[in-house]
């Protein structure tokens, strides 16, 4: 039967429109993928100043967030001020994270004998709270920038040491003999196998890390530190202005979403074929 005979016309005409159904349903679930994070966040400050106005709660205890815009127009020139010094803090403090952490993470996860000596050491120290820490930090290099910044190193480093670790690890030791029997060296194999294998684990730790890394810029500028949110906070809130202490708690979360966002750009850009199998999942998912 000729393929353009009436009888294949219906069969054919059928199939194409489930494949627009499904190109449509995908486009749909993106977009709505995309607006979801705008549509909560925007519901949630709606929600916040409606109970706050028709309980008349006192801004002393829960400001509306229209008094925290009104907080952020005031104050914008020392909260852009003391932002960006928190920013520079988080950021040299992850950067330093992110290289001694990955060196750390290549050397456990390709040695046993570092894996099972360093880890309880690691653990060991990552279970110690960090604002115990800030007092020694402020002993050894004085009040200022610098314990802030070593701070978000130590509580951003242990995320990206033991994801490292683990991706280079769990390389399966059939694939490790067999790349040995064709001659492969250490060297080459966590070069070429066990780093690839491990950038997802990688990149799953700098999402965790970066959040991580502005608690600890927080914490040693609310202890030690003469600049910063962490200040600027503990400054409002030593003159009750608490529009304020939540005006500098929103801009850290701003600077936290849009670095997690970068991290996971670079991500996507990086390992994206990792993400494969669940993009072409999602799309079947919209099309059923």
């Given at each position: 039967m000729p393929l353009d005979s009436p009888a294949t016309k219906p069969a054919a005409t059928a199939a194409q429109l489930r494949v627009e159904a499904?190109?449509?349903?995908?486009?749909?679930?993106?977009?709505?993928?995309?607006?979801?994070?705008?549509?909560?966040?925007?519901?949630?400050?709606?929600?916040?100043?409606?109970?706050?106005?028709?309980?008349?709660?006192?801004?002393?205890?829960?400001?509306?967030?229209?008094?925290?815009?009104?907080?952020?127009?005031?104050?914008?020139?020392?909260?852009?001020?003391?932002?960006?010094?928190?920013?520079?803090?988080?950021?040299?403090?992850?950067?330093?994270?992110?290289?001694f952490g990955l060196l750390l993470g290549v050397a456990i996860g390709s040695s046993t004998l570092l894996y099972h000596g360093l880890y309880p050491l690691l653990i060991a120290f990552n279970s110690v709270p960090k604002v115990a820490v800030v007092p020694?930090?402020?002993?050894?290099?004085?009040?200022?920038?610098?314990p802030a910044v070593i701070t978000a190193f130590l509580i951003s480093f242990f995320p990206i040491v033991v994801n490292v670790a683990t991706g280079i690890a769990t390389v399966e030791p059939e694939l490790r003999d067999v790349l040995r029997a064709l001659g492969a060296k250490p060297t080459d194999i966590i070069r070429k196998v066990g780093l690839p294998r491990a950038m997802p684990y990688f990149f799953a730790s700098l999402?965790?890390?970066?959040?991580?890394?502005?608690?600890?810029?927080?914490?040693?500028?609310?202890?030690?530190?003469?600049?910063g949110i962490g200040h600027l906070m503990m400054l409002a809130s030593s003159r009750f202005d608490v529009p304020l202490v939540f005006a500098g708690l929103i801009i850290t979360g701003v600077m936290g979403v849009i670095m997690y966002v970068v991290a996971v750009a670079i991500e996507n850009?990086?390992?994206?074929?990792?993400m494969r199998g669940q993009d072409s999942g999602q799309v079947a998912v919209a099309g059923v």
């Open positions: 499904m190109a449509a349903a995908a486009r749909r679930r993106r977009r709505l993928q995309a607006a979801l994070p705008w549509i909560i966040i925007v519901g949630t400050f709606v929600v916040w100043e409606v109970v706050c106005q028709a309980f008349q709660i006192p801004q002393f205890i829960l400001p509306a967030p229209s008094a925290i815009a009104a907080s952020m127009w005031k104050w914008w020139l020392p909260l852009l001020d003391n932002s960006w010094q928190t920013l520079m803090t988080t950021l040299i403090g992850f950067a330093l994270a992110i290289v020694i930090l402020v002993i050894w290099f004085g009040i200022g920038t610098v999402k965790i890390a970066i959040t991580v890394a502005f608690v600890g810029s927080i914490i040693a500028e609310t202890v030690a530190a003469n600049k850009r990086t390992t994206g074929w990792a």
